[in-house]
């Protein structure tokens, strides 16, 4: 799915994550995301003849940090991350609009509360490769849905994922799970006469049932797809306003009350 020019590859990692990977083929230097899972990624280094020189964290989570310690202890790699996180092995921290430099990939850092508070994402405006630019959004984001808000409140997370929604439509959104086909079956019962979705939902059965990933997705198609990018849209203002048996005006209501759904659904 992804363009030519980003090679990303993603590492499964217990039921449903992926951890990615890129690395600088000059060097055999590799970065990987969310690093959950050491012995996956090791695994993956050694298949490729590669060594790890980067570990980029989005936020806390075991499922995204719980194989760094692991890692760097064999690697010695560098480890950047949310200030002020929880997690303890973040050697550089990182805060809105710092940016990271790895293999030539100029990362800008997005703050984005919500699933959790030290929730970061990874920005890359003009890839090396000459790629479309692309997102590392963690657990923030996902294709066709958003995180579970555990630690911040709906007004913070709307925010997050309109700062999001506001990066170049051709822009690669590389999320950390495999949640597409649920999320989609949650955006049809919200959005059921949306041509747009039901064309997405037909592609990504097509993908799973091959066994492949169904990311990168794209921020034109979460636009055009994503439930919770489209509170402001008369279908969804409509449904979560009968959901909620209340005529709801607010985009950030409406976002709240589909957020509640789903978590029900």
């Given at each position: 799915?992804?363009?030519m020019?980003?090679?990303?590859?993603?590492?499964?990692?217990?039921?449903?994550?992926?951890?990615?990977?890129?690395?600088?083929?000059?060097?055999?230097?590799?970065?990987?995301?969310?690093?959950?899972?050491?012995?996956?990624?090791?695994?993956?280094?050694e298949?490729?003849?590669?060594?790890?020189?980067?570990?980029?964290?989005?936020?806390?989570?075991?499922?995204?940090?719980?194989?760094?310690?692991?890692l760097?202890?064999?690697?010695?790699?560098k480890?950047?991350?949310?200030?002020?996180?929880?997690?303890?092995?973040?050697?550089?921290?990182?805060?809105?609009?710092?940016?990271?430099?790895?293999?030539?990939?100029?990362f800008?850092?997005?703050?984005?509360?919500?699933?959790t508070?030290?929730?970061?994402?990874?920005?890359?405006?003009?890839?090396?490769?000459?790629?479309?630019?692309?997102?590392?959004?963690?657990?923030?984001?996902?294709?066709?849905?958003?995180?579970?808000?555990?630690?911040?409140?709906?007004?913070?997370?709307?925010?997050?994922?309109?700062?999001?929604?506001?990066?170049?439509?051709?822009?690669?959104?590389?999320?950390?799970?495999?949640?597409?086909l649920?999320?989609?079956?949650?955006?049809?019962?919200?959005?059921?006469?949306?041509?747009?979705?039901?064309?997405?939902?037909?592609?990504?059965?097509?993908?799973?049932?091959?066994?492949?990933?169904?990311?990168?997705?794209?921020?034109?198609?979460?636009?055009?797809?994503?439930?919770?990018?489209?509170?402001?849209?008369?279908?969804?203002?409509?449904?979560?306003?009968?959901?909620?048996?209340?005529?709801?005006?607010?985009?950030?209501?409406v976002?709240?009350?589909?957020?509640?759904?789903?978590?029900?659904?």
């Amino acid at each position: 799915m992804g363009s030519m020019g980003n090679s990303i590859h993603p590492i499964p990692a217990f039921a449903d994550n992926y951890i990615w990977i890129f690395s600088d083929p000059g060097t055999n230097q590799a970065c990987v995301v969310d690093p959950g899972d050491s012995s996956a990624v090791i695994k993956y280094l050694e298949s490729h003849g590669l060594t790890l020189s980067t570990i980029l964290v989005t936020h806390h989570h075991p499922d995204h940090t719980g194989g760094v310690k692991d890692l760097t202890n064999r690697f010695n790699s560098k480890v950047y991350g949310p200030k002020n996180s929880p997690f303890d092995g973040i050697g550089q921290e990182l805060e809105e609009n710092n940016t990271v430099s790895v293999f030539g990939y100029q990362f800008r850092i997005l703050q984005v509360p919500g699933h959790t508070l030290d929730h970061i994402a990874y920005y890359c405006e003009s890839p090396p490769s000459g790629g479309r630019p692309l997102l590392f959004c963690g657990d923030t984001l996902f294709a066709a849905g958003c995180g579970r808000i555990f630690e911040g409140n709906p007004v913070m997370m709307f925010a997050s994922l309109q700062k999001l929604a506001g990066l170049p439509a051709a822009t690669e959104v590389y999320c950390t799970h495999e949640y597409t086909l649920a999320n989609l079956k949650f955006a049809a019962t919200a959005e059921p006469d949306n041509p747009q979705l039901q064309e997405r939902i037909a592609a990504a059965r097509i993908t799973r049932q091959r066994d492949l990933p169904t990311l990168p997705s794209s921020i034109a198609l979460e636009l055009a797809t994503n439930p919770f990018l489209r509170c402001a849209e008369t279908p969804l203002l409509t449904a979560a306003s009968q959901h909620a048996g209340a005529e709801l005006q607010d985009p950030v209501e409406v976002f709240a009350t589909l957020r509640r759904w789903k978590d029900q659904f």
